[in-house]
């Protein structure tokens, strides 16, 4: 229980730029729908196409994040209470050393990158999404004192040496991640190896990490187009090298090779694949590749759905599903 007592969280500060962060009861149920619905919803009055690099597209992207925010409060959250077996397979999960503290570090990453922005618009979005990264961070703080969940003691987590490269890490990291947990969640609430209660508590935290994917594949087009050819080709270098960093992690290897212990993160074993793997873990049905990657795929549409289709949606892990899936088939 030690580990769990250090994980008592300092209060959450306020979001950066004013954003307002409201305490919910039981009684403001409207309120919460108002929220969630918000969350997921969202136009921009400016007519025309939003060109990347454009005014009027800075302008759209930092709307969107902003209007868009969530106000829910970890600290109401009210954790159902698990059975003996529910509580056993929540607790065998390999993921809840590796959730946390890439939580911690993700938003160091954005908040180091944020603050070496120079636009302010864009750096106020990164900084909201740093700290957003944080709420989720304590939520996971939450849920493992709240079941005894036993965790190593978390690593510092330093500043980002390189910003940029930091940054481009992290969101393209989220953008794998989250395309995956999005058909998971599903294929867990379908399952009910788990109470319907403690699956839908991640709900928003599922929807906030689709604004932030939204939010970095428009930073990326906005940059690229800010940058002239020859800036541009070391930016698409760098882009490149994270994909093969991310590719390279994700098969283990980097693992194999230093131990376990990597970017400052615990040694602990612990399954990084599990976003690929995971449906053996969320259910108790043989869930073939197809039905994940299908279930990813769909999932992934209807989060997006909601906000403005003029703003860009990561592609590159939907193109590669649909070609693993035409190679399954």
């Given at each position: 229980m030690e580990a769990v007592e250090s994980l008592r969280r300092v209060p959450l500060p306020p979001p950066p730029g004013g954003l307002p962060l409201a305490i919910f009861n039981a009684v403001e149920a409207g309120k919460v729908e108002a929220a969630d619905y918000g969350a997921r919803h969202w136009r921009s009055p400016i007519e025309g196409r939003?060109?990347?690099?454009?005014?009027?597209?800075?302008?759209?992207v930092a709307r969107m994040?902003?209007?868009?925010?969530?106000?829910?409060?970890?600290?109401?959250?009210?954790?159902?209470?698990?059975?003996?077996?529910?509580?056993?397979?929540?607790?065998?999960?390999?993921?809840?050393?590796?959730?946390?503290?890439?939580?911690?570090k993700a938003s160091q990453n954005m908040q180091g990158y944020a603050d070496s922005e120079s636009d302010p618009g864009w750096k106020l979005c990164v900084a909201q999404n740093a700290w957003e990264e944080r709420?989720?961070?304590?939520?996971?703080?939450?849920?493992?004192?709240?079941?005894?969940?036993?965790?190593e003691p978390e690593p510092p987590y330093p500043a980002p040496r390189d910003p940029l490269w930091a940054y481009l890490v992290t969101g393209y990291s989220e953008c794998i991640d989250s395309f995956f947990a999005f058909g998971l969640y599903v294929i867990a609430q379908r399952s009910g190896m788990f109470p319907q209660e403690l699956v839908e508590v991640f709900e928003p935290v599922m929807q906030e990490e689709c604004r932030h994917i939204l939010?970095?594949?428009?930073?990326?087009?906005?940059?690229?187009?800010?940058?002239?050819?020859f800036q541009r080709i070391w930016f698409e270098?760098?882009?490149a090298a994270v994909w093969v960093f991310l590719a390279w992690e994700r098969m283990g290897i980097a693992r194999g090779m230093d131990g376990g212990g990597r970017d400052g993160l615990a040694s602990k074993p612990r399954d990084n694949n599990f976003t690929l793997?995971?449906?053996?873990?969320?259910?108790?049905?043989d869930v073939s590749i197809g039905e994940v990657l299908r279930t990813c795929l769909s999932e992934n549409d209807r989060r997006f759905a909601g906000y403005d289709e003029r703003l860009l949606r990561p592609t590159t892990v939907p193109v590669l599903a649909r070609l693993a899936l035409r190679l399954v088939k």
């Open positions: 939003l060109k990347p690099g454009s005014a009027q597209h800075a302008e759209a994040f902003q209007e868009t925010f969530n106000p829910y409060r970890p600290s109401i959250i009210a954790w159902p209470k698990l059975s003996g077996r529910a509580r056993d397979r929540l607790v065998s999960l390999p993921i809840w050393d590796i959730a946390v503290q890439t939580e911690g709420r989720h961070k304590v939520v996971l703080h939450d849920m493992v004192a709240a079941y005894g969940i036993e965790l939010l970095f594949a428009n930073w990326v087009a906005a940059h690229r187009a800010s940058l002239n050819p270098l760098r882009v793997t995971g449906s053996k873990a969320v259910s108790n049905q």
